[in-house]
């Protein structure tokens, strides 16, 4: 050996002495993540590819599987913690929280994985099998659908172990000693493993897993699902216009004549004490809320951690139970059928006092009731327990899908194809009722059943199991603590009480009276109304000031004033926003 020649590492060298290769913690918390990173991007990636060529059931995916094993698991208490918390963004708070567990677990891997490869490589097969247990959780997942989890985590688990192998050099060493010794020394790596090496293979790591993860997506769907969407023509509607719902007034008609088109109900036909602003919507306010919610804006409140993705050539809906004539239909066989529209507000029963988990659009499809008729309806059933493709599951009372509130199998909304994320190809709408009780998308099944053998999925976690929409209202603007000009401020905003309607609504200036607002027209009781109230802010003084809002219903009862969350069947309370007058 020459003076020039580095000394080769010893097992007696100390950390931090020349001839020490003691590898730093980050290098390896950075190989554990990429381990965890590969072993489920593989996975996605192969799962891809598998659904793609049909040898996969799409829900092999494992992240997906993931994220719909929690929310299956999750209390229900911390569900609507969840939704109050994050709103319509739930799921997407859901994926960071997965991605953030993630990074903690492949840290932790790579930690032990410094002192003991065998016992980094035990964690991560004890993940592989925790996601393969998720998949198996899947609706219509067999034992086949876990090839992809199982060879991302051969990809994951080869690569850790190879990443903190030890160098050459250190394994002559190891073979140099005794058996026992070299057992013991062969897991260890704290200092053996090179810390550039390290690096170099974290890095690998961390481009392959991208790369996975970025192919993955690439990947066509199994069936093109928005292809799939986009070709389907909705049938006419009756003779091509809206209809009114049963005993429903349109503008400028007079009681007991009949519509003979499209229009929207006066509000002077139903309230005839009360000022309308025109049997139009939409009246010209800033930040008011459109009659009409887009679809693009129409809230979304579901457990669907991954949208299910069905096409109508693989969609078919089975009507069974407590019936005489049980039945199936396919989809050509559906848009067969007699086609309605109707306009209705639906309403999350998790939405707060003022929350935006609220929407009003038209919808177009076939009344439940049809399909019930043809199934004959057996004596004793009173429900109707409704199942989507990922076993999603609602009961609901039987009398709201025969009455005349003309609840819909709906196949469009708002003159298009359901969003697949709204559920198509097919989903259920029931005026007045929240959606958890009442709106299952994604629907393949209707069984009429009896309540007292049935409960649903929300249900099930202790909530109301009726779930009537209770009245509310909503100021839209002024915004909260928004300083307002002296002169005259419209406070609008909307209101609902569906199937029943909106008779009033009054808002209330800190607490002096409450006075009338001014409504706009509305579709039918099944839909929400606008108001508007001129404020004339000069004969109040400058500094804070409170308004709130309460709507009365077409029976005359009040909203309910009193606080309470949205647990079990709803919130309650007056909505009310703090301003400032300069």
């Known amino acids: 050996m020459t003076t020039h020649e580095t000394p080769p590492p010893t097992s007696s060298s100390a950390p931090g002495q ?22 489920l991007t593989a996975a996605e990636l192969i799962a891809a590819v598998g659904a793609w060529l049909g ?63 065998m016992a980094a490589a035990g964690i991560g097969a004890a993940l592989v099998v925790v996601t393969g247990i998720a998949v198996l959780s899947r609706p219509d997942v067999s034992g086949g659908d ?3 989890t199982v060879l991302g985590g051969v990809a994951g688990i080869w690569f850790l172990m190879r990443a903190l192998q030890p160098s050459d050099d250190v394994y002559a060493q190891i073979h140099a000693g005794s058996a026992t ?39 066509p769907d199994v069936a093109d699902i928005q292809a799939n969407r986009a070709a389907v023509k909705l049938p006419p509607v009756g003779n091509g216009t809206s209809t009114p719902a049963p005993g ?34 939409d009246p010209p306010v800033p930040d008011l809320t459109p009659y009409i919610t887009p679809n693009e804006h129409f809230y979304r409140i579901d457990t669907a951690f991954t ?15 407590l019936v005489d004539e049980p039945f199936e239909i396919t989809w050509a066989e559906l848009l067969a059928m007699p086609q309605v ?7 999350c029963v998790s939405n707060e006092v003022g929350g935006d988990l609220a929407g009003n659009a038209v919808w177009q499809g076939v009344l439940v009731s049809d399909l019930l008729k043809r199934a004959k309806i057996q004596r004793g059933a009173d429900c109707l327990f409704s199942t989507s493709v990922d076993n999603f599951s609602v009961a609901t009372p039987l009398a709201a899908m025969t009455d005349s509130r003309d609840s819909l199998l709906a196949i469009g909304m708002n003159g298009s194809p359901l969003p697949v994320e709204h559920g198509f190809p097919a989903r259920l709408v029931v005026p007045g009722l929240y959606g958890y009780v009442s ?76 006075q009338e607002a001014t409504l706009s027209g509305a579709v039918s009781a099944d839909t929400w109304r606008q108001w508007v109230f001129q404020w004339d802010t000069k004969s109040a003084s400058s500094g804070k000031h409170t308004l709130r809002c309460r709507a009365i219903d077409n029976t005359g009862a009040v909203q309910d004033p009193t606080p309470a969350s949205p647990a079990p069947n709803g919130a309650s309370g007056y909505h009310q926003v703090p301003v400032v007058l300069a």
């Open 307 to 321: 949208v299910p993705r069905v096409t109508t050539d693989e969609w078919h809906l089975k009507v069974h139970g």
């Open 55 to 117: 040898a996969f059931n799409p829900a092999s995916a494992p992240f997906s599987a993931l994220g719909a094993a929690f929310i299956s698991i999750t209390p229900g208490w911390l569900k609507e913690f969840g939704i109050g918390l994050f709103g319509q963004s739930d799921k997407a708070a859901l994926a960071v929280s997965m991605v953030v567990t993630f990074l903690i677990v492949g840290a932790l891997i790579g930690v032990i994985g410094r002192i003991n490869r």
């Open 439 to 514: 709106a299952t998308k994604w629907v393949e099944d209707l069984e009429v059943a009896k309540f007292a053998e049935v409960t649903g999925y929300w249900t099930d976690l202790g909530w109301s199991a009726l779930g009537p929409i209770k009245t509310a209202s909503r100021i839209d603007t002024p915004k909260y603590d928004v300083t307002l000009p002296a002169g005259v401020v419209p406070v609008a905003g909307v209101a609902w009480a569906q199937h029943r309607g909106i008779d009033a609504v009054q808002v209330q200036v800190d607490d002096g009276p409450w």
């Open 181 to 219: 010794a070299r057992s013991t020394a062969a897991s260890r790596t704290t200092y053996t493993m090179d810390r550039r090496k390290a690096l170099r293979m974290s890095g690998t790591g961390a481009v392959l897993a991208i790369a996975a993860g970025g192919l993955s997506r690439l990947v």
């Open 248 to 281: 429903e007034l349109v503008a400028g008609q007079a009681p007991g004549t009949t519509s003979t088109g499209p229009s929207y109900a006066a509000d002077s036909a139903t309230s005839p004490s009360k000022t309308a602003l025109s049997a139009a919507v």
């Open 18 to 39: 020349p001839g020490t290769r003691q590898t730093n913690v980050w290098p390896a918390i950075g190989i554990g993540i990429a381990a965890v990173g590969l072993t």
């Open 341 to 347: 529209e109707r306009t209705v507000t639906l309403t």
């Open 146 to 148: 876990l090839t992809p």
